[in-house]
């Protein structure tokens, strides 16, 4: 089996990386983070010049018809450089779900204007401090109206559509609405990475419409969310080996006792458990990408595997990137705090570390049951 990347999707990894080495992504998440904006405008303008907005939505919707491992790849350097956009929330998320499960009208209203990038969805899922089940879901909704409360959706202050998770009748579905129109409110909310804006929507009366199969929602739901969870992965796998790279030059620059420290015992093994870390994620994230490109009935285990993997390895790398630093990668100067901060968010996007390795469980009993 061939785990590695075609010459044109490394191309593709090249001139991702070049631009947002060029528009100095990592100062913008530091500029958005000690500003009052909730996104960088100029570089998702750029994601959107590039076509990535576009990368899996078909030609026919305007989009670049390419495949997930294009956009996994897209994902890892959008990691690596902390990029304050939404891309995550309107192209991991509402956008794969519109292409899953959106009906021919609903694709041909949302998909085209995705890929131009005039618009933004996101995804909001959780509604308390406990992982969403089938029995804790309070939204509801009634003959085409959410009534409701979710918490912590990410890009939620700035997105233009919505898609929901909600009950009805006895059935958890998923139903999108236009957040310009509808009558809800809309609260920013304080999270681990200010540079990543999140806010609480309340919807009330709030007119909506059906995506998807609503006796099939929840097998949606955990569909959609196990394809986001390879993506975050390599998100979450770029800013690992960012991390790693950051300590590993500090090392070679830094002197004590006249000679590098990275000479010394102590920082040779943080650095060690690094590149370990790292390498066992990208092992895990690949084994994602796989499942994900081919649809593989592995999809479930592989998602899982890499999303636990991936946090790991980006939780690893960012303390011990921290702690190669001394004293000054405590800091408010040095971007170290900054890997560190959306290493926590991450790790809490789309369920916390606990919830994917509970999912990781139950994907293996069901697969040795077989």
Not at 12 to 19: A, F, G, I, T, Y
Not at 234 to 261: T, V
Not at 268 to 274: C, E, Y
């Amino acid at each position: 089996m061939n785990f590695e990347f075609s010459s044109e999707q490394v191309q593709l990894r090249e001139v991702v990386r070049k631009m947002l080495e060029g528009k100095e992504a990592l100062k913008k998440a530091r500029a958005i983070l000690e500003g009052k904006e909730s996104y960088d405008k100029d570089l998702w303008s750029s994601l959107v010049e590039m076509g990535l907005t576009a990368t899996t939505i078909p030609e026919e919707y305007e989009g670049l018809g390419l495949g997930h491992l294009e956009l996994c790849v897209v994902a890892e350097e959008l990691g690596r450089s902390l990029a304050p956009t939404p891309f995550s929330s309107s192209v991991y998320l509402a956008t794969e779900a519109l292409i899953l499960l959106g009906s021919e009208k609903q694709k041909q209203e949302y998909l085209p204007k995705l890929a131009r990038g005039e618009i933004i969805g996101t995804f909001a899922h959780t509604e308390s401090m406990t992982s969403p089940t089938p029995n804790n879901i309070n939204c509801t909704h009634t003959d085409g109206k959410l009534n409701g409360t979710k918490i912590v959706v990410a890009d939620g202050d700035i997105a233009d559509f919505v898609i929901v998770s909600a009950k009805d009748s006895s059935d958890i579905g998923l139903y999108i609405l236009n957040l310009k129109e509808s009558n809800t409110l809309i609260e920013t909310q304080d999270t681990l990475d200010p540079s990543r804006s999140h806010a609480s929507i309340t919807f009330s009366q709030s007119n909506c419409e059906s995506l998807g199969d609503s006796k099939e929602g929840w097998i949606n739901i955990e569909n959609i969310l196990n394809r986001a969870a390879v993506l975050f992965a390599f998100e979450q796998l770029g800013g690992a080996e960012a991390c790693m790279n950051m300590a590993k030059e500090y090392s070679l620059e830094r002197f004590a006792f006249g000679r590098p420290i990275g000479s010394f015992q102590a920082i040779k093994h943080k650095i060690a458990d690094m590149f370990v870390s790292v390498e066992l994620a990208r092992s895990n994230c690949y084994f994602g990408a796989w499942a994900l490109s081919t649809n593989a009935n592995e999809l479930p285990t592989a998602a899982a595997t890499s999303r636990v993997s991936a946090s790991d390895a980006f939780y690893t790398c960012s303390k011990e990137n921290i702690q190669t630093h001394g004293g000054m990668g405590f800091t408010w100067e040095f971007d170290c705090h900054l890997f560190y901060k959306r290493c926590r968010q991450l790790a809490a996007n789309i369920g916390s570390q606990s919830i994917w390795k509970d999912k990781l469980i139950s994907s293996l009993e069901r697969a040795n049951k077989l």
